[in-house]
């Protein structure tokens, strides 16, 4: 776990000297704007409007570093060689791609209980005190997180067999799938067969459910997370980001570099 | 007779090209070769004549079609064995946000290496490549030899017993070529192995013990500099300065002069007679001397073959 760690420390180091979190910035003037705004043109549900504005801006922005840094962890290693002068260390190459992943989940950690701050703050200027209800958003924002965290582990995999414009599609692909993943599976249309049925089924079971991860709806409205939900969501998160970590390793384990 | 630090059995790589990768381009055929330990081995060879490749394969940066390697007697698909290998890429490229110092404690790290020695151990890289005033300088703004002196300090950070340095000499002025010799010389005192590959030949000339040419994914011979290249001699070199007044020497004719001092090439079995004829002219001899073909000679002979041969098969081929 040694080299896990250090590879995942200098990650964390990496996306914060080439300023991956600027990000706040934009989120910081974002939550003023819209504490701002909120109480003029919202009257009376001015936390609602914050909280939804808060969660959907962590969920995007995240998104964004997910993916485009998700993807640029392998490949961008291999296409400037840094990757060279590592792999002739006593280092395995699943170790480096635990590490790269650790430290882009890390970074997002940080970012994301960043931003739960700047929500909570920009809340409490349109409300306070904060009641009971509110706490809930720290529930979303860490299933947001999950939700993360199998992007990068979805991102990382594309970026170990494909260019990088391609592993973008891909993720981006996975995660829209994965957002209707329930549509899916619940679809009733009449004129499918019971065969093609089946398979939409299968395939919808096949992907990542992200919409697992969506409790936005219920914590805008102060109504609680069931604990059984988070639960299930942490494993579902571990074990899904496990297997497409494995399928990672098995892929650049075999790859040649260039 | 020492056992071999680095052995090579009949290791070729073909990379797919083409539409769908249906068309296999060898890079490396069959190579097989030994370098001993304690001895510095240069790998000679034109672009595209299999170094990289071979020392990427050793290195499981990239995986061989077929063969095997041993280093220190562990296969090249162990991890284990890179804890005592040093390995410097071509033109290497680091992390550019970070400074030399940190480049070298993150590699550190995974040696094992803690505390106050890979603090000082650190520091005594950055002062052996010269890097020690430039050690709080993030790499991006390093010029390309002071990145070649960075990589070399991180491949031999961790006092390896075999170092493997892929055109360590590219890129760098004649100041840093003589560093990067100097410590090519320093490694090998210490006893350790070193594998380099090199288009310069006057150092690989200087530096190995055993050079392998490589031409074409084949090698074309191995051997000390003195034996690929002084197999036979083409004949003896007498340099000497006569007075102006002595114009009757019969030799004079075969020679040419430069400044003051003449230079004549005879056969051997002239050159006692010639020299009797110098003595009795009252020539004063400078130097006598074997000629030997160089070892960029005997490089460019293989080259030329190569590509006879090449074109050969493509003329069979029509």
């Given at each position: 776990m040694r080299n896990v760690w250090a590879v995942a420390t200098n990650t964390f180091r990496e996306a914060v000297r080439d300023r991956v979190l600027y990000n706040l910035v934009f989120f910081a003037l974002l939550m003023i704007g819209a504490a701002i705004l909120v109480g003029q043109i919202s009257i009376g549900i001015e936390d609602s409007v914050i909280m939804s504005l808060g969660l959907t801006a962590i969920s995007v922005i995240g998104i964004f570093i997910a993916v485009f840094i998700g993807v640029g962890l392998v490949s961008k290693e291999m296409d400037k060689r840094t990757l060279y002068a590592l792999l002739a260390k006593p280092v395995d190459r699943w170790q480096f791609l635990l590490g790269k992943y650790v430290g882009l989940v890390m970074t997002l950690t940080v970012n994301t209980a960043a931003m739960a701050i700047g929500l909570y703050m920009a809340l409490w200027t349109v409300k306070h005190p904060l009641e009971r209800g509110d706490w809930y958003l720290l529930v979303a924002v860490y299933l947001i997180l999950l939700k993360l965290a199998l992007i990068v582990a979805l991102a990382m995999l594309f970026s170990c067999f494909t260019t990088q414009f391609l592993a973008i599609l891909f993720t981006v692909g996975m995660y829209i799938a994965g957002v209707f993943a329930e549509d899916l599976r619940t679809m009733q249309a009449v004129d499918l067969t019971p065969g093609t049925m089946k398979l939409s089924r299968g395939i919808s079971y096949l992907l990542?459910?992200?919409?697992?991860?969506?409790?936005m709806g219920a914590v805008v409205h102060g109504r609680g997370v069931p604990a059984r939900l988070v639960w299930q969501d942490t494993s579902y998160a571990i074990l899904y980001a496990g297997i497409v970590l494995m399928a990672a390793a098995m892929v650049f384990s075999r790859r040649n570099l260039k | 007779m020492p056992s071999p630090a680095i052995e090579i059995e009949n290791l070729s790589k073909e990379y797919p090209f083409g539409f769908l990768n249906l068309k296999k381009r060898r890079s490396l055929e069959n190579l097989s070769m030994q370098v001993q330990a304690g001895e510095v081995f240069g790998f000679l060879g034109p672009n595209g004549a299999g170094k990289s490749t071979t020392i990427k394969l050793l290195m499981r940066l990239i995986f061989p079609t077929s063969g095997t390697a041993r280093i220190l007697g562990k296969s090249i698909a162990d991890v284990s064995m890179h804890q005592e290998i040093g390995y410097l890429p071509e033109q290497p490229y680091f992390y550019?946000?970070?400074?030399a110092a940190e480049l070298l404690d993150y590699f550190a790290s995974f040696h094992g290496i803690r505390g106050t020695d890979r603090r000082e151990r650190v520091q005594r890289m950055l002062k052996k490549v010269g890097l020690e005033t430039a050690?709080?300088?993030?790499?991006?703004?390093?010029s390309k030899g002071m990145l070649q002196r960075a990589g070399l300090a991180q491949a031999i950070l961790h006092d390896p017993q075999v170092v493997v340095l892929d055109e360590p000499m590219s890129g760098l002025d004649p100041l840093g070529r003589r560093e990067v010799r100097d410590i090519i010389l320093e490694l090998k005192k210490e006893g350790r192995t070193v594998l380099f590959s090199t288009h310069i030949l006057s150092d690989a000339e200087m530096l190995c013990d055993r050079v392998g040419v490589l031409v074409g994914g084949k090698l074309r011979g191995v051997g000390t500099p003195g034996e690929m290249v002084g197999i036979q001699s083409q004949g003896m070199e007498i340099l000497f300065e006569l007075d102006g007044s002595n114009k009757k020497v019969a030799l004079l004719e075969k020679a040419t002069k430069t400044g003051e001092r003449y230079r004549v090439q005879l056969q051997e079995a002239e050159l006692y007679g010639a020299l009797d004829e110098l003595k009795a002219a009252g020539a004063r001899i400078l130097s006598v001397a074997q000629l030997k073909p160089t070892l960029e000679e005997f490089f460019m002979n293989l080259v030329d073959i190569d590509r006879a041969q090449a074109n050969a098969v493509e003329v069979s081929g029509r």
């Amino acid at each position: 776990m040694r080299n896990v760690w250090a590879v995942a420390t200098n990650t964390f180091r990496e996306a914060v000297r080439d300023r991956v979190l600027y990000n706040l910035v934009f989120f910081a003037l974002l939550m003023i704007g819209a504490a701002i705004l909120v109480g003029q043109i919202s009257i009376g549900i001015e936390d609602s409007v914050i909280m939804s504005l808060g969660l959907t801006a962590i969920s995007v922005i995240g998104i964004f570093i997910a993916v485009f840094i998700g993807v640029g962890l392998v490949s961008k290693e291999m296409d400037k060689r840094t990757l060279y002068a590592l792999l002739a260390k006593p280092v395995d190459r699943w170790q480096f791609l635990l590490g790269k992943y650790v430290g882009l989940v890390m970074t997002l950690t940080v970012n994301t209980a960043a931003m739960a701050i700047g929500l909570y703050m920009a809340l409490w200027t349109v409300k306070h005190p904060l009641e009971r209800g509110d706490w809930y958003l720290l529930v979303a924002v860490y299933l947001i997180l999950l939700k993360l965290a199998l992007i990068v582990a979805l991102a990382m995999l594309f970026s170990c067999f494909t260019t990088q414009f391609l592993a973008i599609l891909f993720t981006v692909g996975m995660y829209i799938a994965g957002v209707f993943a329930e549509d899916l599976r619940t679809m009733q249309a009449v004129d499918l067969t019971p065969g093609t049925m089946k398979l939409s089924r299968g395939i919808s079971y096949l992907l990542p459910n992200f919409e697992n991860f969506n409790v936005m709806g219920a914590v805008v409205h102060g109504r609680g997370v069931p604990a059984r939900l988070v639960w299930q969501d942490t494993s579902y998160a571990i074990l899904y980001a496990g297997i497409v970590l494995m399928a990672a390793a098995m892929v650049f384990s075999r790859r040649n570099l260039k | 007779m020492p056992s071999p630090a680095i052995e090579i059995e009949n290791l070729s790589k073909e990379y797919p090209f083409g539409f769908l990768n249906l068309k296999k381009r060898r890079s490396l055929e069959n190579l097989s070769m030994q370098v001993q330990a304690g001895e510095v081995f240069g790998f000679l060879g034109p672009n595209g004549a299999g170094k990289s490749t071979t020392i990427k394969l050793l290195m499981r940066l990239i995986f061989p079609t077929s063969g095997t390697a041993r280093i220190l007697g562990k296969s090249i698909a162990d991890v284990s064995m890179h804890q005592e290998i040093g390995y410097l890429p071509e033109q290497p490229y680091f992390y550019d946000y970070l400074t030399a110092a940190e480049l070298l404690d993150y590699f550190a790290s995974f040696h094992g290496i803690r505390g106050t020695d890979r603090r000082e151990r650190v520091q005594r890289m950055l002062k052996k490549v010269g890097l020690e005033t430039a050690k709080k300088i993030q790499l991006r703004k390093y010029s390309k030899g002071m990145l070649q002196r960075a990589g070399l300090a991180q491949a031999i950070l961790h006092d390896p017993q075999v170092v493997v340095l892929d055109e360590p000499m590219s890129g760098l002025d004649p100041l840093g070529r003589r560093e990067v010799r100097d410590i090519i010389l320093e490694l090998k005192k210490e006893g350790r192995t070193v594998l380099f590959s090199t288009h310069i030949l006057s150092d690989a000339e200087m530096l190995c013990d055993r050079v392998g040419v490589l031409v074409g994914g084949k090698l074309r011979g191995v051997g000390t500099p003195g034996e690929m290249v002084g197999i036979q001699s083409q004949g003896m070199e007498i340099l000497f300065e006569l007075d102006g007044s002595n114009k009757k020497v019969a030799l004079l004719e075969k020679a040419t002069k430069t400044g003051e001092r003449y230079r004549v090439q005879l056969q051997e079995a002239e050159l006692y007679g010639a020299l009797d004829e110098l003595k009795a002219a009252g020539a004063r001899i400078l130097s006598v001397a074997q000629l030997k073909p160089t070892l960029e000679e005997f490089f460019m002979n293989l080259v030329d073959i190569d590509r006879a041969q090449a074109n050969a098969v493509e003329v069979s081929g029509r």
